[in-house]
């Protein structure tokens, strides 16, 4: 038996499934070439879509076999059927190749042509071709917009396999991947599948070759019957439900047994004869318990020889495994791809594609933003530096955060702020550009990056605050606290010094104030004391 493993298993499992919902009425192949036919009324268009769909094409009729072929398929059919002979644009040619008509595969070699004698050969001639077993298949030129009764398609095929041998008395069933069954096809495209009657043995086509069941049990369960299963010598094996055995001769079928040893066996999955005894076996993907009956799933992907290829990874499933692309890849063809992220924008300045992945780059004078990566922000870097301002209004001006804006003659300048002058921290305080770090003395913990709180367990601690080390710095600039919070960076630099000044000279008035209040009162009570004296003088005085 071939060994059929790798990406052959891959693309033999995807041509031996359905090719979509609208199936062929019937099909023929021959050669390398199959021709299927559809009874689906619609327009040219349509019919060469529905084709293309499939991997094929409006049929060209090139030579006298393939005109054959369209009474093999239409025999018994009435009404006009699409193929792919189409006049674009400009006048037919009668003089030219095909008269200027063209297949749809954009050429117009052909051995063979079979126009209606009434050849519309004016600039206004129907554009389109259909065949009609009424009219002994000759080529009728239509509107490229009528509703024929249906379509033809062709399809090429890489490695078919001949049609097997039978002997007297037998006969072979064969099913496409292509939607149609038949037993007179002379060649079958790749993942056909054949039933050899009466013996209801299976074969799969495979690289111009007949592979008997069972295969490999990845692909249509074996062509068990049942189910499909691997030996401990690593055999696919077809298996039966309680109560029945696979067919001695075909080795896929189910048969009723008269006494099945496997009914009394309790085995979760499937049992099978090893010698003259019975065991216990799994299905693919699962193996054996330590009871011998039971299976637990297997982590194929364990095995390093799976999903091999540059970009792929492994998928564990139930039963077995999938192989799909790495995070930043795509499956194209057989192989995963490099997605360009760039290409949807995700940055907001710029962008730059890696292997798998991307990474945003900010413009000079403004880094990443350690809460939207993909964003920047504004950054200076130093104790002072130019401020942004809007070309159209130089006015309008923005410092990065932790800065405030000086006025200056002809531009704006951002000075770093010393938030540690504003006591934001409970101890220790480091000024950093943009923003600062606080710390906290032995014994105390930063809380919330700014706030300190005595440690409950700390034995060291000697009773005094402030004493010890600082502990270590946060990496992250800390946020500020909502009390107190951070000074906006709009305030100028001028205006700070004008709201300082402004509250001196108010203290000042204060303190003059108070001071001549203080005087004047004093005075007042002076003056009081000197007249009582002079009255008590006065008085004296009158007595003597």
């Not at 078919?160 to 292509?178: D, F, N, Q, R, W």
């Not at 039933?195 to 049990?217: G, T």
């Not at 906290?440 to 009773?463: A, H, I, M, P, W």
Request: net charge negative.
């Amino acid at each position: 038996m071939v060994d059929v493993t790798g990406l052959a298993l891959i693309v033999l499992s995807l041509l031996v499934e359905t090719t979509g919902a609208l199936e062929p009425d019937s099909g023929f192949c021959i050669g390398n070439q199959c021709f299927t036919v559809f009874r689906e009324p619609g327009d040219f268009s349509a019919g060469q879509k529905h084709c293309t769909g499939l991997g094929g094409h409006l049929m060209t009729v090139r030579s006298s076999v393939s005109h054959d072929v369209l009474s093999i398929l239409l025999g018994n059919s009435t009404g006009r059927y699409w193929i792919g002979l189409q006049h674009p644009t400009g006048c037919p040619d009668a003089a030219a190749e095909l008269k200027g008509y063209h297949w749809v595969t954009k050429d117009s070699e052909s051995d063979f042509s079979n126009w209606m004698p009434s050849f519309d050969s004016s600039c206004s001639s129907r554009r389109c071709v259909s065949v009609s077993p009424e009219d002994d298949f000759k080529w009728i030129q239509e509107a490229c917009d009528d509703h024929g009764a249906g379509f033809l398609c062709e399809h090429s095929m890489k490695e078919p396999c001949k049609s097997l041998a039978v002997a007297e008395g037998e006969s072979v069933i064969y099913s496409t991947p292509l939607g149609f069954k038949g037993d007179d096809l002379l060649s079958v495209p790749l993942g056909s599948t054949a039933i050899r009657m009466p013996s209801e043995a299976k074969y799969v086509c495979f690289s111009e070759q007949w592979l008997q069941a069972p295969w490999s049990c990845e692909i249509q369960e074996g062509g068990c019957e049942h189910k499909c299963t691997v030996d401990p010598k690593n055999v696919p094996t077809c298996y039966c439900p309680p109560g029945q055995v696979i067919h001695d001769t075909n080795k896929v079928t189910c048969e009723v047994a008269a006494d099945d040893p496997c009914v009394n066996m309790g085995c979760t999955h499937a049992c099978y004869k090893q010698g003259d005894a019975y065991a216990c076996v799994c299905d693919q993907g699962f193996k054996l318990a330590q009871d011998g009956k039971s299976c637990v799933d297997f982590n194929d992907c364990k095995d390093e020889r799976q999903c091999p290829g540059d970009n792929f990874k492994c998928i564990n499933t139930v039963g077995g495994y999938e192989c799909v692309c790495e995070d930043g890849y795509k499956l194209s063809g057989d192989q995963c791809v490099d997605v360009d992220e760039c290409v949807s924008a995700p940055c907001e300045h710029d962008c730059k594609n890696t292997p798998g992945s991307y990474k945003c780059v900010c413009f000079k004078g403004y880094k990443e933003d350690p809460k939207e990566p993909h964003k920047c922000k504004l950054h200076c870097g130093k104790n002072e530096c130019d401020a942004e301002c809007d070309p159209n209004d130089h006015t309008l001006c923005y410092c990065p955060e932790g800065y405030i804006a000086d006025e200056r003659t002809g531009h704006t300048a951002c000075m770093d702020i010393d938030e540690c002058a504003f006591f934001y921290c409970d101890q220790g305080c480091k000024n950093t550009f943009g923003s600062y770090i606080c710390s906290c003395s032995r014994g105390y913990t930063l809380v919330n990056q700014y706030k300190c709180e005595k440690n409950d367990d700390d034995t060291d601690y000697d009773g005094f605050e402030g004493s010890g080390a600082a502990t270590s710095p946060p990496t992250v600039p800390p946020e500020i606290s909502p009390n107190p919070t951070r000074r906006p960076s709009v305030v100028t630099m001028g205006g700070l010094v004008g709201i300082i000044v402004s509250t001196v000279i108010c203290t000042l008035l204060v303190v003059f104030l108070g001071n001549h209040f203080l005087c004047g009162r004093k005075k007042t009570e002076s003056d009081g004391a000197f007249k009582a004296v002079e009255g008590e003088n006065h008085l004296d005085t009158s007595d003597v």
